[in-house]
């Protein structure tokens, strides 16, 4: 991010492969709402310390829901990480998240196990 037209270019030409581009961990560190405007992002992926405890506040609930909205309204796919609870799960599908990812459906898995889940599920 120390040189945004490059980074540009690079992704575009990523892009230009077929290859999506995720925005991860939306919300903290270098991530900012001009890299929204800036580059061909498909999806947001929002940061696990806003999913970690929304049921308990509204502030959290908001950042949420508004992050999810303004990805959408830019064609963007959204996915909420440190999904942990069932709670959750229903709260950030209400709120129109297009994936959950998280604890609550599975840890993460070596190769072999992923495959038998996929396959026996």
């Known amino acids: 991010m120390l040189n945004p037209a490059l980074a540009k270019q690079k992704l575009d030409e990523i892009g230009q492969l077929g290859i999506g581009i995720s925005l991860d961990d939306f919300g903290t560190g270098y991530s900012s709402f001009s890299h929204l405007a800036e580059f061909p992002i498909e999806t947001l992926k929002i940061d696990r310390s806003f999913v970690t405890g929304i049921i308990q506040d509204s502030g959290k609930q908001h ?49 072999l196990e992923f495959q038998y889940l996929l396959s026996h599920s």
């Open 63 to 111: 950042i949420v829901s508004t992050i999810t909205k303004l990805g959408h309204s830019l064609g963007m796919s959204i996915v909420a990480e440190g999904v942990e609870t069932k709670e959750e799960a229903i709260l950030l599908n209400s709120y129109g998240v297009d994936y959950l990812q998280g604890y609550y459906f599975s840890r993460p898995l070596p190769q």
